[in-house]
């Protein structure tokens, strides 16, 4: 899923926004926090995802916006994290575009399903020490 940011071009600030790409992780994870809260309230479902779409469009335009995953992990990567209520968007912001990864509930342990791979190849080091 591709979403375009339109930029208000204004004397001080002539970007281009960029492209939105919802990976299907990050759609799935949305369909499941809809149901989620739509089993107690659809209504309150329906403005949560509006205002996780809100918040994401505004990465076309704000890619730098969230914060650095490297902040929260002593793991370089280009990772970003936008906190949207109780929810994380994960995200990166590639060339053109700014590719939503994951879209997850901030008490979950969102740094160990972002980073398993890594975090199982330094367990293993630790472990062959």
Do not use: W
């Given at each position: 899923?591709?979403?375009?940011?339109?930029?208000?071009?204004?004397?001080?600030?002539?970007?281009?926004?960029?492209?939105?790409?919802?990976?299907?992780?990050?759609?799935?994870?949305?369909?499941?926090?809809?149901?989620?809260?739509?089993?107690?309230?659809?209504?309150?479902?329906?403005r949560?995802?509006?205002?996780?779409?809100?918040?994401?469009?505004?990465?076309?335009?704000?890619?730098?916006?969230?914060?650095?995953?490297?902040?929260?992990?002593?793991?370089?990567?280009?990772?970003?994290?936008?906190?949207?209520?109780?929810?994380i968007?994960?995200?990166?912001?590639?060339?053109?575009?700014?590719?939503?990864?994951r879209?997850?509930?901030?008490?979950?342990?969102?740094?160990?399903?972002?980073?398993?791979?890594?975090?199982s190849?330094?367990?293993a080091?630790?472990?062959?020490?």
């Open positions: 899923m591709e979403r375009t940011g339109r930029s208000q071009n204004s004397p001080r600030d002539l970007r281009v926004a960029l492209k939105i790409r919802i990976n299907p992780a990050a759609v799935a994870d949305l369909i499941e926090i809809k149901n989620y809260v739509a089993q107690d309230n659809p209504e309150a479902a329906s949560l995802i509006h205002t996780i779409y809100s918040s994401i469009e505004k990465l076309a335009e704000f890619p730098k916006i969230g914060a650095s995953l490297s902040s929260k992990i002593e793991i370089k990567t280009d990772y970003r994290y936008l906190v949207c209520g109780s929810y968007v994960i995200y990166k912001a590639e060339g053109d575009f700014v590719s939503v990864y879209v997850l509930n901030g008490m979950r342990n969102y740094l160990s399903i972002i980073f398993a791979d890594e975090l190849k330094a367990a080091r630790i472990y062959m020490l």
